[in-house]
C-alpha cells in the first residue's frame, strides 16, 4: 500500500501572522526612514534642536551625522519598499539597515537623547518582526 504524502500546510493563522509582521516592518521601516532623512535634514541645516555635548567620545560634526542619517533613511526607505513584496533580499537588508541605524542612533544619543532611544527601540521591533517570520510561511502567502 502505497501512501501518498501531502505538502505541508501552514494554519491560515500562521500565514496571516507572517503577513502582518512583514508588513508591520515594513511600514515601521518606512516611517523611522522618512523620519530619519528629516532628522538629516535638520543636522545638515544645524537647527537648534540638537543638544551641544562637548566631551563626548564619538564626537563628529553635526552635518556629518546628518549626511549619514539622510543617507541611511534613504536606504530604509528603498528596503521597505522590497519589504512590501516580500522579497527575501529585502528581509535580509532590512535587519541589515536597521542594525546600521541603531548603532547610527546609540552614538547620536547626546545630540538628541530621547528620539535615538526611542528609534533605537522601534529598529529592535523591526529586526524582531523580520527574524521571527519564517520563510516559508511568507512565500505561502504570496501563493
Given amino acids: ?15 496571516a501572522a507572517a503577513a502582518g509582521l ?3 516592518a515594513a511600514v515601521m521601516l518606512m516611517i523611522a526612514g522618512v523620519l530619519d532623512i528629516f532628522r538629516g535634514i535638520m543636522a545638515i ?3 537648534d534642536v540638537f ?12 552635518t556629518s551625522w546628518g549626511w549619514i542619517h539622510v543617507a541611511l533613511g534613504a536606504v530604509s526607505v528603498i528596503v ?4 512590501f513584496t516580500t522579497a527575501t533580499w529585502a528581509r535580509v537588508g532590512g535587519v541589515a539597515i536597521a542594525s546600521l541605524l541603531i548603532i ?3 552614538l547620536s544619543v547626546p545630540y538628541y537623547p530621547m528620539w535615538s532611544l526611542t528609534l533605537i527601540a522601534m529598529f529592535g521591533f523591526i529586526i524582531w ?3 521571527v517570520v519564517r520563510r516559508d510561511d511568507v512565500t505561502d502567502q504570496r501563493m
Avoid at 521597505?80 to 519589504?83: Q, W
Fill in 1 to 15: 500500500m502505497a501512501s501518498t504524502v501531502t505538502p505541508h500546510r501552514h494554519a491560515p493563522r500562521t500565514m
Fill in 22 to 24: 512583514t508588513v508591520f
Fill in 45 to 47: 541645516a544645524k537647527d
Fill in 51 to 62: 543638544v551641544n555635548t562637548p566631551n563626548y567620545v564619538f564626537k563628529f560634526d553635526l
Fill in 80 to 83: 521597505s519598499l522590497g519589504l
Fill in 104 to 106: 547610527a542612533n546609540f
Fill in 129 to 131: 518582526a523580520l527574524c
